[in-house]
């Protein structure tokens, strides 16, 4: 008999391949958007919306595979955070159609550069701004701030706000819930903690706002 | 930034036809309509040859025979495109991330799939509005007023911005280029102050080694690897660490592992090839050579020189019949272009010698220095000397003392290149004769350039400025001669006042010099004083 399978490593071929093909199916839409058929708009979205959480949870998947298996250094490079937030929002607005309005908090005291790595974070922000898609009322909001040693980006939505058993959990593993955000939060965590500056880690936490809705912060140092 | 997108020429080279009408449907989604399409690295070559192009975006994966960091890097290495030129990388994997933040040359900015349409837009307006805040320090470089540049950039670094790493980059780089290492390493410390980000610390290592501090070198070199270990030009310079130190076996040892994780980088197996030969590791030097040549068939940029080291490897090996189908290729593969019938004329004539055939050797050798004589061939060193070789062979001895003597006085303090000369005369059987021929060139060379520099001591400026150029003029190749040509003449400058043509004399030596070796520790200290020269006289560079 030939060698045993190895599952991990099938599956994780196999998410590749899957996430390469909605990759594809994703172009498609794109092109269906373009030719702008009327009313139409909403279910492009919508198709769309749901395109983007799967190759993200792929992603995530993939990412988490290699965090378990010790192999993934964030790729640390200069960005600014002003820039960076803009293509976060994009994103957010492509998925949308105008249903929820997204908002970009002018930088008030962001620092014109930090280095992170970039597409790790974009990955671990879209993660809560579609959990926001899915709980806001009318509106998110994005912003990006100095916080002491640490650059701040949050996420913040007008919905009912974090269950109490979400805000009391841990981060540190993931946590299999009905609507999936669970895995989601561990893994926005784990980016943050793999961003590393001296003796400082990255860290992400959850919030209620005083007013109304759900606060994503992510901290990186 | 608003920009007319209906005015800028795209070229879009990705090897998956859908990919390429995608992409050709995004653009066209917000106004560019200047479109042409590429399935390989060396279509998308032959358009750029063509045609200028505002915006390039390539798939980073090109089926089998090349990626978009290779197809990136000959662009910018052979003045393809301009450093105005917009080059997004398109790619599907997470992996190029890690191959971006290790590598010398960067595209502008690289987009993993899939993206939209808005993206993609907002990326380009973005890296266009940074072209723009860059656009005097890339004119300045691309008319080579260097010193101007620096000076620019310098002053961009004052005022913290989005871009001030990157004009940190760009200012280091262009230290460098210009022989100030100490300059540049003080930058590149800068960088690693704020954050030990790959390229920084490579630089930093690049310094040392230039610097000949080689234990500073590996020690850094060996953590960026450990941290980074896709960072192949890490492994490049460390086998050349190794290789200043003597250290042959490990500088081997070093390039294996990045050959391994990246064998289809040309320029790595050539200098994996050559150092095997040196270490006598003829079996891993034709490895290394072989895959040069084969992937170089398809490539636009491939070297005579490739096949002749392929088959100077056959040869050595005694397997005479590849080294001679080695050199069969090279002529159709170069259409018979002087160059490659000069070097497959040379590598021919010392084949035949060895499997016996002297008639044909005789040939082969007529026609290499019939070919010599009538075109211009840039004198290749090895080339030479096996062209010398060849000579012996058939007892033009003549010719063969006056290639290398030639060699000897263009290349007087190379001790390698000196004792493959000696040789050469002693397989001859005239050792002797070969021995005072060139150790008597060598002196007489030493004796020039110490009398020069003796007259300038004694203040006979002008005996000096005269005995060193004419030095030069005769030796244009000897790069301890035009650096002490230049000091002359400038010297010259410095004390009996400005004197435009030994200004322009002296620039042209130095220009000479950095093709030929940047790092030459005479060429920083010469450099500099052309500077403080133009300086004093207020003259703009």
């Known amino acids: ?221 | 930034m608003e920009i007319n997108f209906a005015e800028k020429r795209v070229l879009i080279i990705d090897d998956h036809p859908g990919m390429r009408s995608s992409m050709r449907a995004i653009l066209g989604g917000f106004g560019v309509v200047l479109i042409e399409m590429s399935g390989t690295a060396n279509d998308g070559i032959r358009r750029l040859q063509a045609k200028t192009f505002d915006i390039i975006i390539c798939d980073y994966f090109l089926g089998d025979s090349s990626d978009g960091q290779q197809l990136l890097e000959q662009l910018r290495r052979n003045n393809l495109i301009s450093l105005s030129t917009v080059f997004i990388m398109v790619t599907a994997e997470r992996v190029y991330e890690k191959v971006v933040s290790a590598v010398e040359l960067a595209p502008d900015d690289y987009l993993i799939k899939p993206f939209s349409g808005e993206v993609l837009r907002s990326r380009l307006e973005r890296i266009m509005s940074k072209k723009l805040a860059f656009a005097t320090i890339y004119s300045l470089i691309e008319d080579g007023k260097l010193a101007e540049a620096t000076q620019v950039c310098k002053e961009l670094t004052k005022h913290q911005n989005k871009y001030t790493i990157d004009i940190l980059r760009l200012l280091a780089e262009l230290y460098v280029t210009q022989g100030k290492f100490d300059e540049a390493q003080d930058v590149y410390q800068q960088v690693v102050a704020l954050r030990a980000v790959p390229w920084a610390r490579m630089g930093l290592a690049t310094m040392f080694h230039y610097k000949n501090r080689h234990h500073e070198a590996e020690e850094l070199l060996e953590e960026v690897i450990d941290e980074a270990p896709e960072y192949m030009a890490a492994y490049d310079l460390l086998s050349k660490v190794c290789e200043s130190q003597e250290k042959n076996d490990r500088a081997q040892q070093v390039l294996e592992r990045a050959v391994a994780a990246s064998p289809l980088i040309a320029h790595r197996q050539k200098e994996m090839g050559q150092l095997a030969m040196r270490n006598g590791d003829m079996e891993a030097a034709e490895k290394a050579f072989e895959s040069v040549v084969t992937r170089g068939k398809t490539s636009f940029f491939r070297s005579a020189d490739d096949y002749a080291n392929l088959s100077r490897v056959q040869m050595e090996r005694g397997k005479h019949k590849e080294a001679l189908s080695t050199l069969r290729d090279v002529r159709t593969s170069f259409n018979g272009s002087p160059e490659a019938e000069f070097t497959a004329a040379v590598m021919e004539s010392l084949i035949h010698t060895k499997s016996g055939d002297t008639e044909a050797s005789a040939k082969a050798l007529e026609n290499a220095l019939t070919i010599q004589k009538t075109n211009q061939i840039p004198a290749d060193e090895n080339l030479s000397l096996d062209l010398a070789k060849a000579c012996f062979a058939h007892g033009k001895d003549e010719e063969a003392k006056d290639l290398l003597q030639k060699l000897v006085r263009n290349n007087h303090d190379s001790v390698a290149l000196i004792e493959k000369a000696k040789q050469i005369f002693v397989d001859a059987g005239k050792g002797d004769e070969g021995k005072s021929l060139i150790e008597g060139n060598v002196k007489e060379i030493i004796q020039l350039n110490n009398q020069g520099v003796m007259k300038a001591k004694e203040g006979d400026l002008d005996g000096s400025v005269q005995l060193l150029t004419e030095a030069a003029e005769k030796m244009p190749d000897n790069l301890q001669i035009i650096l002490n040509a230049a000091q002359a003449l400038l010297v010259h400058i410095d004390q009996r006042g400005w004197n435009e043509d030994y200004m322009a004399s002296a620039q042209r030596y130095l220009d000479t010099a950095r093709i030929k070796s940047a790092v030459h520790p005479k060429l920083l200290s010469v450099s500099k004083l052309a500077t403080e020269v133009t300086k004093k006289y207020g003259v703009a560079a």
């Open chain 1, 1 to 221: 008999m030939s060698a045993p399978l190895d599952l991990n490593a099938l599956a994780a071929s196999s998410i590749h391949e899957v996430k390469n093909l909605l990759g594809q199916l994703t172009l498609s839409l794109e092109e269906i958007a373009q030719a702008q058929c009327p009313g139409t708009e909403q279910e492009v979205a919508s198709a769309r919306f749901a395109c983007s959480r799967i190759v993200d949870r792929l992603t995530e998947m993939l990412i988490l595979y290699k965090l378990d298996g010790g192999f993934l250094k964030p790729s640390i490079a200069a960005h600014s955070p002003g820039d960076f937030l803009e293509d976060v929002m994009l994103a957010a607005k492509n998925l949308t159609a105008g249903r929820i309005a997204i908002h970009l908090e002018p930088p008030t005291n962001a620092p014109e550069f930090w280095f992170f790595d970039r597409d790790l974070t974009e990955s671990a922000l879209m993660n809560a701004v579609h959990n926001a898609l899915l709980h806001a009322n009318s509106q998110i909001k994005l912003s990006a701030e100095l916080d002491g040693e640490f650059l701040l980006f949050r996420v913040a939505d007008d919905g009912a706000g974090y269950p109490t058993e979400v805000l009391k959990a841990t981060l540190d593993e993931p946590r299999v819930s009905q609507q999936g955000s669970g895995l989601g939060l561990f893994f926005a965590s784990s980016v943050a903690q793999a961003h590393h500056n001296k003796e400082r880690h990255g860290k992400v936490s959850l919030d209620n706002s005083k007013s109304q809705g759900a606060v994503f912060s992510l901290y990186l140092p």
